[in-house]
Structures are given as C-alpha cells and as structure tokens.
C-alpha cells in the first residue's frame, strides 16, 4: 500500500488541491476490443456535446493550468495531460492505443478532465529500511511513502516518450529515488508495461472537487474490473 503526502510548498501555492489514487492488482493487454468500443462511443458523444472552445469552461482543467503558473510553469509549454487528451479529443484525432491499463487511464482523463498518473506500483521505490524490513512484498506488507512537491531546477526527470525533461516549476510525485510522475508526463522508470502487475492510478483535483475526484477514481475501478481482471482494488484519498 501507498502513503501520499502532500508538501507544504503545494499547500501554500495550490490549496484546493485534493487527491485520490486507486491501487490494484491488474492484469494488462496489448488491445481490449470491448474497451475500445467503450472509448469510441463515449468520444462520439463527447464531441457531440463539446467543442474545443469549451475547454476554457472546464473547472478541472483551468485549475489544473492556475496550478502550473502558482508553481512557476507555463501551461501552454507544459500542457497537462488531461488537458492535452481533451483537445485532442476536440480537434477529431483518435487516441493513441498503448495497452489497456494506459488506455482505460486516458479514458477516465478525458471523462473528467483530470491529469491522471498511471504507474507500475512495484517499480515504485520504497526506502531502504522498508525494503529491509519487508524484501519479498514490499507494497503489500508496509506503506510505501510518495511526495507531492514541486520540482527543483535541474531535477533529472525522463518522461515518457519525452527524454529529458525540465520539470522545474511543475507538481511532482516522489518516491525515494526521485519524480515519477507530473500532470505533463509520468517518468520512464515506473510506467506501465504488459508486465505491470500492480497499478497505482493518481487523480490529480487541483479544482478541489472532492466528489469528482472520487467519481473519477471509482470510474478507474469500474474499468480495472472490466478489463484488467481486477477486483477493483483500494481508494487512497489524500
């Protein structure tokens, strides 16, 4: 299990925010065809009721941007995910399909707005006094600590499908390495693989929605029980 804590620079610069991460045992595929035929009805609907105008009309959205330019990032260089999923969506362009578990994630992002963070929670490193406790299960046997700060200049981060990235100024998740994951990009060294065994999904509320951000985490347990042959897994609010 996962204890996420949130720093005083994030409280001071961002006090709305509210959190909420689904943990669960999964199992991923390259291609669900019943997913995508989800995904594909809903994006139709989705169009037809919004247009890319009315992205400036989304809460969870702009303050997910007011968060980026409090923390010291410009939005519109470092867009954030969900944002740059809807628009996307809004411009008529098809998803990209990665795997399921990635898919299932960019769904419920775009269903509410929210930059969500999808990791393989077993490559999420715990301390060294935890692993030496609990070597075999780390996660399940003790709470594997995880920060929300805001990122250092010159802070190595590698985003996925990024490289380098200068995460300076933007919200950041860490583990006792370093980052793992941003609302722009999550990092390379716990993204998801056909291999991931345990996903940690974070919703990111900078709107300070508490029953949204909820709504959207029990959203992701819906789809895990649909399609990644989950029980749907644990709720952390924070």
């Not at 509210?18 to 019943?34: K, L, Q």
Request: aromatic content about 8%; hydrophobic content about 35%; charged content about 25%.
């Amino acid at each position: 299990m996962f204890s996420i804590s949130i720093s005083e620079e994030i409280r001071e610069r961002c006090p709305e925010f509210v959190g909420a991460a689904v943990f669960a045992s999964v199992v991923n595929s390259e291609f669900d065809a019943a997913l995508w035929q989800e995904i594909d009805r809903f994006l139709a609907d989705y169009r037809s009721r919004y247009t890319p105008d009315s992205i400036k009309l989304m809460p969870s959205i702009e303050a997910t941007r007011t968060a980026y330019r409090r923390c010291g990032k410009d939005p519109s260089r470092y867009r954030p995910s969900g944002e740059a999923l809807v628009r996307r969506t809004l411009k008529g362009h098809d998803l990209y399909r990665v795997s399921t578990l990635v898919d299932l994630i960019n769904l419920a992002s775009i269903a509410y707005g929210y930059s969500i963070g999808g990791f393989d929670a077993d490559k999420i490193a715990a301390p060294e006094e935890v692993h030496a406790e609990a070597p075999v299960s780390v996660h399940a046997a003790v709470d594997v600590p995880l920060t929300l700060g805001i990122g250092r200049e010159g802070e190595p981060y590698e985003g996925i499908g990024r490289g380098p990235l200068n995460i300076a100024g933007l919200p950041v998740y860490r583990d006792a390495i370093g980052g793992i994951g941003t609302p722009t990009s999550d990092h390379e060294r716990t993204k998801l693989s056909l291999e991931t065994r345990h996903l940690l999904a974070i919703v990111n509320g900078y709107d300070g929605n508490c029953d949204n951000v909820l709504a959207c985490a029990q959203f992701i347990q819906d789809l895990l029980r649909r399609y990644a042959q989950s029980d749907g897994g644990t709720i952390i609010r924070f």
